[in-house]
């Protein structure tokens, strides 16, 4: 059974940090592309960040130079840690693996698994 338990979210004001945690079970993360994704009420689901089994990683425009992606295969688990956070980076943010990699960021139906229940990042002031 292939279950994304993400966790790390909450509020904080604009210019603050969160890290972001996905433990996973049922596969294994290191023969994955591994992907964090968010949605925000509304909006279609869109890829963040993914990180491939070789370390290759790829960025959102608009959070590059702002979040950082990875992977502890040891622990089977993925990480995003977010800085300099801005009310527009509010979203459920969801971790999972894909399908295939690609050096275009690719839209949801690109996982692999069923979704887990995300973690809510709020940033507001």
């Known amino acids: 059974q292939v279950q994304l338990v993400e966790s790390g979210g909450g509020l904080v004001q604009p210019g603050g940090s969160l890290r972001l945690s996905c433990a996973a079970s049922g596969f294994i993360v290191s023969i994955y592309p591994m992907a964090w994704y968010r949605q925000a009420p509304g909006k279609q689901r869109e890829l963040v960040a993914h990180?491939?089994?070789?370390?290759?990683?790829n960025y959102r425009d608009s959070v590059r130079g702002r979040f950082a992606i990875s992977r502890d295969n040891a622990k089977n688990s993925v990480y995003l840690r977010m800085d300099s956070l801005k009310p527009e980076d509010t979203a459920v943010y969801y971790c999972?693996?894909?399908?295939?990699?690609?050096?275009?960021?690719?839209?949801?139906?690109?996982?692999?698994?069923?979704w887990g229940q995300g973690t809510q990042v709020t940033v507001s002031s």
């Open positions: 990180i491939t089994n070789s370390g290759l990683i």
């Open positions: 999972n693996a894909l399908r295939y990699w690609s050096p275009i960021l690719v839209g949801a139906d690109a996982a692999q698994f069923d």
